[in-house]
């Protein structure tokens, strides 16, 4: 399913601590093979099939538990007088799976859910509900949130968060997707190729290009891809292109560590851990004992494009500023690197990929990791479920193990 994804605040700032623990790995540093993160389907349309607007009264929606509702000037005004509030559509038709888009906002903060029931599955129960994270603030926010329903959808159910307080919901949206039938699956990359497999949902096979060559999609299966490189910098942001006949493009950004070239850039050093940097923010090598651990790679990027950051300041604490208004700074105290990030747009990074072979991992909140076991792999969870990139921002989480 395409992630839930909310609307996100003019102006980002994200703050964090690497503790780097790595001692243990025993083999040379390298990224041979290294499997790239997935991602889900491109949706390539999007249709309303019902909307209320609230204009005039609650449409059809009514107050269940924990809340009031009032209709007033164009607003759906929820009022929460207990901890488990939430309120009920009217009748739907609507074919799943679908999405509900809510505009709202709230004088508190908390995870709100979306419950459904159909035709098929009549009973309302925790398998049928989708969570999402509710902004705290006055300021409207918009949220998607994906119902994978199996079956036609005959009512959806609003927990808007158990907080005290009124919410305002200035519209909510049924909209019906369709995705894209080509799905890259599988991505692995070293400094002289990246490997990938695309899977074709369609019973059909499909013509596309890719890098000015042409290939066919196999019916209903697997379709694995090679591409060669050349040589280059350390760090590499490289974009693929698939575009197949009469569809729309899928675009993936693909980071790429050469180990063994030179970093021209400064340097941060204390007598446990040792940063080489780019100069241009693109990435940076950590390492212990003289030999790199680890590489934090990208350290920032804006929809797959690396910041081009100018240093500003290499002194105890290094500090770039790119472009969109974006900055960085990452400063080393004992095993610890500190990084933060502001900038006016959505942003993602640091990504820190430890190198050699893999004892054991824990990604807190998200997933615990054996012996060379995959992120998001298919090994437990077959569906779209399985693809973990972040905590839940509303739960605090430790990196803890037994």
Known sequence: MPPTKPHRPPSTIVYGILAVCLTALATPANLSSAQDYPIPRTVMDVETIQ????????EGFRAVHDCQLEGRDGLLVVTVTGSDPYLLSPPLQVAGPCRVRIRMRGLRAGPGQIFWITDRQPQWSEGQSTRFPVELGDRWCEYDVDLPADGEVRCIRLDPGGAPGTVEIDRIEILRYRL?????QDIESDARRIGLTLYNHDPRPIEFSLEGRRYT???????????????????EAKTIFIQPDALPEIRRTIFLYRSGQSIAGPVLRNDKLTVRAAGDAAGAELEIDGRVVAILAPLVHIDGALPAGRLVEADDILRWEGSEDLSCTLGLEDEQVHIRI???????????????HLAQGVF???????????????????TAERLRFVPDILKVTLPLMA
Not at 180 to 184: A, D, Q, R, V
Not at 349 to 355: K, M, T, Y
Not at 364 to 382: K, T, V
Request: some cysteine; hydrophobic content about 40%; overall charge negative.
């Open 342 to 356: 502001e900038s006016k747009k959505e942003c993602e990074g640091p990504v820190l990929r430890a190198l050699g």
């Open 364 to 382: 807190a909140g998200l997933e615990y990791l054996g012996p060379n076991e995959a992120s998001s792999s298919r090994l437990d969870i077959e």
């Open 51 to 58: 909307s209320w607007q609230f204009a005039s009264d609650a």
């Open 217 to 235: 999609a196999k019916p209903a299966g697997l379709t694995p891809i090679e591409l060669t490189l050349s040589g280059g910098a350390a760090f």
């Open 180 to 184: 894209h039938p080509l799905e890259i």
